[in-house]
């Protein structure tokens, strides 16, 4: 597994690329947002993203919102000194799969990232009745219709077609798709599904259905999950 280390501190760069190459990992190094993107445009992309915020000719947010662009499978986590609740936020509604904040614990990191990699989809195309999702391409045709999805949007219909019609808590849903080990006490989940519902309703039949008091499935009226 290839992970691509995005820092501008040689020596942090250093101890990450020496830990995880000890479990196995390959590491790629960039130190900038020229050097990420650079390292982004090969032919075989990074399987997970270490990314940093601060960088000298630019912010990450650059690096996240280019990749997200054309790919919104990879996962990203933020490795930041920024520790503020707005900016955490702000990474996670981009795109990331996770923040954390330095400094950190590596045997934390590592964790972090066997979650990550545990939700991304191994499947290259998730099926629903006429509802199809390519996580190739980042792609969802629907009634013979291309849809444009947000990054969120797009992890949020994912999680819903890989549990094939099973509830999918609240819970599941701020940790798969925003990334959230807590809840935040927002609606972020309400109005991220209100959001999706529209774009699928522009195109077809409604396809997720609200499960009061436990959460939301894709709708069995159509077809079964492939």
């Known amino acids: 597994m290839k992970i691509l280390i995005v820092d501008d ?8 690329k020496l830990g995880l190459e000890e479990h ?6 960039a130190a900038s947002v020229s050097d990420a993107l650079l390292a982004l445009e090969g032919a075989q992309p990074p399987d997970l993203i270490l990314l940093d915020v601060m960088l000298p000719d630019g912010e990450g947010w650059q690096v996240l919102l280019e990749l997200r662009s054309t790919d919104k499978v990879t996962p990203v986590i933020f490795l930041t000194a920024r520790s503020q609740v707005d900016e955490r936020v702000r990474g996670l509604e981009m795109g990331a799969d996770d923040y954390i904040i330095k400094p950190f614990e590596f045997r934390e990191l590592l964790a972090r990232i066997h979650v990550a990699m545990r939700r991304t989809p191994s499947r290259t195309t998730l099926t629903w009745g006429s509802l199809i999702l390519d996580n190739m391409s980042n792609r969802v045709e629907h009634a013979g219709k ?3 999805l947000s990054p969120k949007e797009f992890a949020l219909l994912r999680t819903l077609m890989t549990n094939s019609g099973e509830v999918v808590n609240r819970s599941q849903l701020l940790s798969d798709v925003w990334g959230f080990s ?5 609606n972020v989940v309400e109005v991220g599904v209100a959001r999706l519902r529209k774009r699928l309703s522009s195109s077809g039949p409604e396809r997720i259905e609200t499960v009061t008091g436990k959460g939301y499935r894709m709708a069995t009226a159509e077809g079964t999950a492939g």
């Not at 196995?24 to 190094?29: S, V």
């Open 9 to 16: 501190d040689p020596k942090l760069r250093g101890f990450l």
């Open 24 to 29: 196995d990992y390959e590491c790629l190094e």
């Open 146 to 148: 291309w849809l444009e």
């Open 182 to 186: 807590f809840d935040p006490g927002t």
